[in-house]
Nanobody, 124 residues
Framework: QVQLVESGGGQVQAGGSLRLSCAASGLSFSTYIMGWFRQAAGKEREFVAATNWDGSSTNYADSVKGRFTISRDNAKNTVYLQMNSLEPEDTAVYYC?????????????????WGQGTQVTVSS
């Protein structure tokens, strides 16, 4: 079965950096669109970033543009989210998601497969 396993979360001070990883198994990873979403306490899940099958096309939420970078290594079946200049507002559980075909990259309902999430906490 398909498994997505996130790692790399933790606690960091404002202005710091973290790199999240999402290791995929049970799917032909190089054919899947991969996305990152996040959900802060008491809020709805929101789109963060997405990449197409080979990483040549990426999409970001306005709130993270210029600070976060999504990338993938198809040889390792892994997608990454490099997060720089972190702000307290970035505190959330971060999830990776996968789907073969997505019309609206920013819509979580479009993605079939999800990881369990990893907590990111940014202190001021």
């Amino acid at each position: 079965q398909v498994q997505l396993v996130e790692s790399g979360g933790g606690q960091v001070q404002a202005g710091g950096s973290l790199r999240l990883s999402c290791a995929a198994s049970g799917l032909s990873f190089s054919t899947y669109i991969m996305g990152w979403f996040r959900q802060a306490a008491g809020k709805e899940r929101e789109f963060v970033a997405a990449t197409n099958w080979d990483g040549s096309s990426t999409n970001y939420a306005d709130s993270v543009k210029g600070r976060f970078t999504i990338s993938r290594d198809n040889a390792k079946n892994t997608v990454y989210l490099q997060m720089n200049s972190l702000e307290p507002e970035d505190t959330a559980v971060y999830y990776c998601a996968a789907d073969l075909f997505v019309v609206a990259l920013t819509t979580d309902d479009e993605y079939d497969y999800w990881g369990q999430g990893t907590q990111v906490t940014v202190s001021s």
